[in-house]
Nanobody
Framework: HVQLVESGGGLVQPGGSLRLSCAAS????????MGWYRQAPGKQRELVAA???????KVVDSVKGRFTISRDNTKNSVALQMNSLKPEDTAVYYC???????????????WGQGTQVTVSS
């Protein structure tokens, strides 16, 4: 089982920036995908961005050009740099760890506790 600890959420004005970080610990498979999902009130959880061990990324269209995902394989960590934030980015953001190469959620996924991101003036 993998434990995920997130940090970096908060309140920011429209157009501002935030950086989310997530560190994984425990039994970590060397081949994995790490990423960020978000869930806004009344909506389903959705993928924001994910990255595999060789640096290939998958990013939802609504954040392309504004959000950047990166990972440090030596530290088993993943980060999400969020720029030009919009009110519609407001959600709880969850870190995700998935063994293997799949981009879609599976039964072996581990999830962080979630961190609130609020974009408001």
């Amino acid at each position: 089982h993998v434990q995920l600890v997130e940090s970096g959420g908060g309140l920011v004005q429209p157009g501002g920036s935030l950086r989310l970080s997530c560190a994984a610990s425990g039994t970590i498979e060397s081949i994995n995908v790490m990423g960020w999902y978000r869930q806004a009130p009344g909506k389903q959880r959705e993928l924001v961005a994910a990255i595999n061990g060789v640096g290939t990324t998958k990013v939802v269209d609504s954040v392309k050009g504004r959000f950047t995902i990166s990972r440090d394989n030596t530290k088993n960590s993943v980060a999400l740099q969020m720029n030009s934030l919009k009110p519609e980015d407001t959600a709880v953001y969850y870190c995700n760890f998935r063994p293997g190469w799949a981009w879609s959620p599976g039964r072996s996924d581990s999830w962080g506790q979630g961190t609130q991101v609020t974009v408001s003036s």
